[in-house]
């Protein structure tokens, strides 16, 4: 994504967090650190960019002198990196939580509209869950702001990438995988603050206190049958 | 002249190796890699014994242990144990190599044995880390300052990007938050009920005493038996302004999605009334009352400069510009002397207690960074520039301040100091970097100061992996005194820091080196030159000189050590330029010096006063690559004829069939030269039979990438061509500038000759082997 250039000049383009998470620990493909002694003290002549010698055979002229080498009539390039890695960023060792954007659950792979009340009805079945030991004003905070998600997600406000990144972070809600769950929230506000600023607090909130409880609340009759009842009718 | 020329190639090649091995394990580059047995030896060497030193570097091969390291028991020593101290196994005693003392270990290291060593007596581990725990650990602290006379869309961007960070904060973190603009305003953050804020009038200095009496913070009918006031940790006291974040986030991310512009009206013709002065001094005055010792982050995010109350840089009259280099040359820069002391006086209260200040700065203009900058430099606080803050620049410079590493825990490290230790042929001069002096007395302080100096300890509020200090050593042996054969001085780093989880730690880092007799074994010593630390370490020395003297005395100064550095290591024939040489080892070292001298760090009227604060600010703080960077770009080629390769900062450089990259460190310029602009333009990428075409032009974005993605602070991205406006960027670097071009000239003081500035490379050259060689130097 482009920076902003009407607000700042030469604005930097915009990398998605999970982006950034996974090359603060990826090694350098092509460390940019070498530099040229000049020519006048080492007594060698001076080098000038092309100077170095090429692995390849010298170009063949192009036939039209407007173009660029055409591909056809020249050797193929050296690689100009030593060996990068197919695909780039995601050959690069594995972050510590999984990177959202690729490990979706199966909504993402199929053309499918992620469902609302599939998300909804895992947030609830974790903020009942919560209802027995967390205070009272909290819980209707959270669940103040789950009804902002579900009314904003209704009403056509929320975008494709934040609805099926929802949908993982409820699967690892569900699994209690709370790390990965906190990790997909993370990667949300900062790549979709504008969209989901208002509500993720709570999400973020939800996951907090629910990876507290004592996992037998999880299960009690009431909280399964808000998933029972919930899902009942759902297709699946 | 072979031999020795082969000679020297092999011995540099192998000091290469050393000089990384070194840097990779210890985190340590030094000047000299051998170093001179006699004091008048080490200043004819023009460079002074000296290192670059990163306390926290990365070290994922390097697990701390659990236990408090062994301090030799002599009182004004207090070394701790390392690889290079002599052990009795049976005796169970060891000596101290820096004062000799014989210690006793501890009972608990009843069981070691020659092959049964703890870890901090193997050379492997000449860098240690240990975790101690010493009472109960200490949550960190984020304090918010937020300016609100923004423009509603960068207001709205700011609230945004806080809301955000709340999700980025250390789980068990304390926040707090103040906004201000025409007044003050502090937020209680309770959890539950109405907010409530109380206010503060934005011209009316107050003490630290008054701003904790005022917030409720000394309360008598809590204090004990001699009045004091409540303890800090005391909850009942803290909690209503510096609250848990996973207890207050949702209320506070309302707090901040509510937040307005200044409501007081700007009239035509007027900046807005903000505060700043105030709004910090009640930051730092909450924190003293309450978190002395610990480790906790101002955060201060202004969208233009003070204009009113202590510390203003410039009255709201939109007329009267603020400050430039010219009216500070002319002395008449009326707030400048009141504000930076006002500010300087801040930043030192801050430092003492162990907290940091960032200060992230989003305007067209000016914002008072000049003035502002101790805050940050002092502390180790970070300083963001950008032009608002609705763009890419800020929003991920700010993200950035969070990031975490491989084990996936905080870069950000509070509370350090550093205390060297150095073997008693050496002393220490001072250091250069974002830190105090802790004033703290010792036998290895010398008497010549260089940076922050007469003292051996130093305070560091803010640190990250990157963080380097430049520290300066003097060598006090005599001339007549006989160095042992084999005799190595010794140099001990200890740091200790509160790591972002909340332990203490201490990292101990033990280096030594062999000293040389001068005479007889310059050409080892040469060979043990690390023309890169040299360079930075000079460059901080002329970066600091500079902040306290005139421009062109320091590019003099600058200029007389590197002919001196010519003189005595330049192989060549009196009076005869052409013969002139210098060997690999310092091969580089004069281009560093010829950039340096055109650096925005030290050439500043090309840039507004701020802007130099800001470059010089990470200068002066960054690592070896990135500094090295900053001093002289690197740039890349790209083209048909083979991979990317270096080349020249030089016009030369710039030929119609490459694209080139240039890495400035605060810029990523990608140029694209006339014929490859031209097929762009023409659209040859998309036509599959010029896919190498394609590959081409793809392949500097993706080197880019990779710097774009890491690098804190954000660089700014300019994608430009031949005869494109941005394509100025390249040209100033490679380009000598376009104004009177003299020869060298004699300097009037003190006669000593110096070198000219904007001449190119090629010309630089010429001048210097000309007064190299010359006798009449």
């Known amino acids: 994504v482009n920076g902003n250039q009407e607000r700042g000049w030469n604005d930097p383009p915009q990398f998605s967090y999970g982006l950034q998470t996974a090359a603060q620990g990826a090694p350098k493909r092509t460390p940019l650190n070498k530099r040229v002694p000049p020519p006048q003290l080492t007594g060698s002549p001076c080098p000038v960019p092309g100077d170095f010698p090429s692995a390849t055979a010298p170009m063949t002229p192009p036939t039209n002198p407007l173009a660029p080498p055409c591909s056809m009539n020249t050797p193929p390039r050296p690689c100009p990196v030593a060996a990068p890695p197919l695909g780039g960023v995601m050959a690069t060792p594995p972050p510590p939580f999984p990177v959202v954007e690729h490990t979706d659950s199966a909504s993402s792979q199929s053309e499918n509209e992620p469902d609302v009340d599939d998300v909804v009805t895992l947030l609830n079945w974790a903020l009942t869950a919560c209802r027995h030991t967390v205070k009272k004003q909290v819980c209707n905070d959270v669940a103040k702001r789950l009804k902002l998600f579900e009314d904003m997600w209704k009403s056509g406000k929320l975008s494709l990438p934040v609805r099926r990144r929802m949908i993982g972070l409820v699967q690892e809600l569900k699994s209690c995988n709370w790390d990965a769950a906190d990790e997909i929230h993370r990667a949300l506000i900062v790549d979709h603050v504008n969209e989901v600023g208002q509500w993720m607090v709570g999400v973020k909130r939800l996951i907090a206190e629910t990876r507290n409880l004592n996992p037998d609340l999880l299960h009690t009759q009431e909280v399964d049958q808000s998933l029972d009842t919930s899902s009942a009718g759902n297709s699946d | 002249m072979r031999g020795v020329e082969w000679r020297k190639r092999v011995a540099m090649a192998t000091y290469q190796e050393f000089i ?388 996936g825990e905080f870069r950000m490290a509070f509370g350090g100091t550093l205390e060297v230790s150095t073997s008693r042929e050496l002393k220490v001069s001072g250091a250069i970097g974002p830190c105090v002096s802790l004033k703290a007395k010792g036998p290895c302080i010398s008497e010549n100061e260089v940076g922050v100096g007469g003292t051996t300890q130093w305070k560091i509020c803010s640190l990250s992996p990157s963080t380097t200090l430049a520290l300066y050593f003097e060598v006090v042996n005599q001339h007549n005194a006989p160095i042992p054969q084999g005799g190595r001085g010794a140099v001990q780093f200890v740091t200790q820091y509160q790591h972002s989880n909340t332990q203490r730690r201490i990292r101990v880092t033990t280096v030594a080196r062999n000293w040389a007799d001068a005479q007889s074994q310059i050409q080892h010593i040469e060979s043990s030159f690390d023309q890169e630390a040299s360079a930075v370490i000079m460059a901080r020395l002329g970066v600091f000189r500079a902040e306290s003297e005139e421009g062109p005395d320091v590019l003099r100064w600058l200029d007389r050590q590197l002919i001196r550095l010519c003189q005595k290591f330049g192989q060549f024939n009196k009076d005869d330029p052409t013969s002139f040489k210098l060997s690999e080892s310092l091969s580089l070292y004069p281009q560093f010096m010829f950039h340096l001298r055109r650096s925005p760090f030290l050439q500043v009227f090309n840039n507004s006063p701020d802007e130099c604060s800001y470059y010089r600010h990470h200068f002066v703080r960054q690592d070896l690559t990135q500094s090295l960077i900053m001093i002289q770009p690197i740039l890349y080629s790209y083209s048909f004829h083979g991979p990317p390769e270096p080349v020249l900062l030089d016009s030369g450089s710039i030929l119609p069939d490459r694209i080139l990259l240039m890495d400035t460190f605060f810029q990523l310029v990608i140029y694209h030269g006339e014929t490859i602009a031209q097929w762009r333009k023409a659209g040859y990428q998309e036509q599959p039979e010029y896919e190498n075409f394609k590959h081409l032009l793809v392949a500097p974005v993706d080197d880019a990438q990779e710097i774009l993605q890491t690098r804190f602070p954000m660089p700014r991205y300019i994608d430009t061509e031949h005869g494109g406006s941005q394509a100025r960027f390249l040209l100033s670097k490679v380009n000598p500038s376009q104004t009177h071009n003299n020869l060298y000239s004699w300097g009037q003081e003190t006669g000593a000759p110096i070198l000219t500035d904007d001449v190119s490379l090629q010309v630089f050259m010429d001048h210097l082997k000309k007064l190299a060689v010359s006798s009449a130097a």
């Open chain 2, 20 to 407: 990384q091995q070194n840097e990779d394990r210890d985190g340590v580059r030094f000047s000299w890699n051998l170093w001179p047995s006699s004091r008048l030896e080490a200043t004819r060497l023009v460079v002074p014994v000296s290192c670059l030193f990163t306390p926290l570097k990365e070290r994922p091969d390097l697990p701390p242990v659990q236990y408090e390291p062994v301090l030799c028991s002599r009182a004004n020593c207090k070394a701790v144990l390392n690889p290079l101290c002599q052990v009795d196994y049976r005796a169970k005693i060891w000596a101290c190599n820096f004062c000799f003392q014989r210690n006793p270990f501890p009972p608990s290291y009843a069981g070691i044995s020659d092959v049964n060593q703890p870890a901090e007596l193997m050379p492997q581990f000449s860098t240690i880390e240990y975790i101690v725990q010493r009472g109960p650990p200490n949550p960190l602290i984020f304090l918010y300052v937020v300016d609100t006379c923004l423009e509603e869309e960068d207001l709205q961007a700011l609230k945004e990007s806080l809301q955000m960070s709340l999700s980025l904060l250390p789980p068990n973190a304390l926040v707090g938050l103040i906004t201000f603009g025409r007044m003050v305003q502090v937020h209680e953050l309770s959890c539950e009920g109405i907010a409530k804020s109380y206010v503060f009038r934005g011209t009316k200095e107050l003490s630290s005493k008054q701003i904790q009496e005022m917030l409720g913070l000394t309360n008598p009918s809590a204090s004990g038996p001699q009045g004091r006031p409540a303890a800090p940790q005391d909850p009942a006291v803290t909690c209503r302004f510096l609250q848990p974040v996973h207890k207050v986030d949702m209320n506070l991310t309302d707090l901040l999605g509510e937040l307005q512009r200044d409501p007081w009206p700007v009239p035509q013709g007027k900046r807005p009334l903000r505060s700043t002065g105030i709004a910090l001094s009640i930051a730092v005055g909450l924190l003293e009352g309450t978190f002395p010792n610990t480790g906790a982050r101002v955060m201060m995010f202004m969208g233009g400069p003070p204009t009113q109350g202590p510390g203003m840089v410039v009255g709201d009259e939109l007329k009267t510009p603020i400050r430039s280099w010219h009216d500070i040359t002319k002395d008449n820069a009326r707030h400048l002397k009141k504000a930076t002391k006002y500010y300087d006086a801040l930043a030192n209260r801050a430092a003492v207690n162990g907290h940091s200040i960032d200060i992230y700065a989003c305007a067209l203009d000016q914002t008072g960074l000049l003035e502002m900058k101790c805050l940050s430099n002092l502390t180790g606080g970070h300083i963001a520039m950008g032009d608002s803050f609705n763009t890419s620049l800020f929003k991920q410079t700010f993200q950035r301040v969070f990031s975490k590493d491989h084990n």
